[in-house]
T-cell receptor
Framework: DAGVTQSPTHLIKTRGQHVTLRCSPI?????VSWYQQVLGQGPQFIFQ???????GRGNFPDRFSARQFPNYSSELNVNALLLGDSALYLC??????????????FGEGSRLTVL | DAKTTQPPSMDCAEGRAANLPCNHS???????VYWYRQIHSQGPQYIIH???NNETNEMASLIITEDRKSSTLILPHATLRDTAVYYC?????????????FGKGITLSVRP
């Protein structure tokens, strides 16, 4: 079975540009979460989507947005990129059983560099 | 979610047991202890979790003290591939909310 897949794996943008990152969850997982990991720190929660609705949002500016599609894949969008947005962006999926989330399965991440 | 405290780093010899400590003195009665690890340049990987009983799976054992204020992750026979950052996370029964709060973790270096 395929794990969580993310694309692109690496990308370089300049300040002020916009970026879209994509994630496909494990088959059968309907919950997708996004995390940002800057160098030397642990991952920080950005968003969770479950059944195509936003279920949680971390402490990130409105430049960050996301959505989930009918096939449960997800996109993370970041507008007006800043140098500080350079990071590894991780997507995780989980199975929700009896309205309780199981453990998270993470993808390999998309490494964004903003110049 | 309760905060966790881990030493920044530790090492152990290949083939020996690695015992990774974690303090979570403010843990509530319904909060779980989760462990994830992150090998360099990869996404975090789930290892194990527990509430109050000790747990064991094919990867590791989790020992939680009786007062639940601390726990130890045990890798029984560490290999070079176990070199990674290990995160101890306390997570409440938040239903469908899958948020995890990561700290800086502990860097385990396994030496030959």
């Amino acid at each position: 079975d395929a794990g969580v897949t993310q694309s692109p794996t690496h990308l370089i943008k300049t300040r002020g540009q916009h970026v879209t990152l994509r994630c496909s969850p494990i088959s059968g997982h309907k919950s997708v979460s996004w995390y940002q990991q800057v160098l030397g720190q642990g991952p920080q929660f950005i968003f969770q989507y479950y059944e195509k609705e936003e279920r949680g949002r971390g402490n990130f500016p409105d430049r960050f947005s996301a959505r989930q599609f009918p096939n449960y894949s997800s996109e993370l969008n970041v507008n007006a990129l800043l140098l500080g947005d350079s990071a590894l962006y991780l997507c995780a999926s989980s199975l929700i059983r009896d309205r309780v989330s199981g453990e998270l399965f993470f993808g390999e991440g998309s490494r964004l560099t903003v110049l | 979610d309760a905060k966790t405290t881990q030493p920044p780093s530790m090492d152990c010899a290949e083939g020996r047991a690695a015992n990774l400590p974690c303090n979570h003195s403010t843990i509530s009665g319904n909060e779980y202890v989760y462990w994830y690890r992150q090998i360099h340049s990869q996404g975090p990987q789930y290892i194990i979790h527990g509430l109050k009983n000790n747990e064991t799976n094919e990867m590791a054992s989790l020992i939680i003290t009786e007062d639940r204020k601390s726990s130890t992750l045990i890798l029984p026979h560490a290999t070079l591939r176990d070199t990674a950052v290990y995160y101890c996370i306390v997570r409440g029964p938040t239903g469908a909310n899958s948020k995890l709060t990561f700290g800086k973790g502990i860097t385990l270096s396994v030496r030959p």
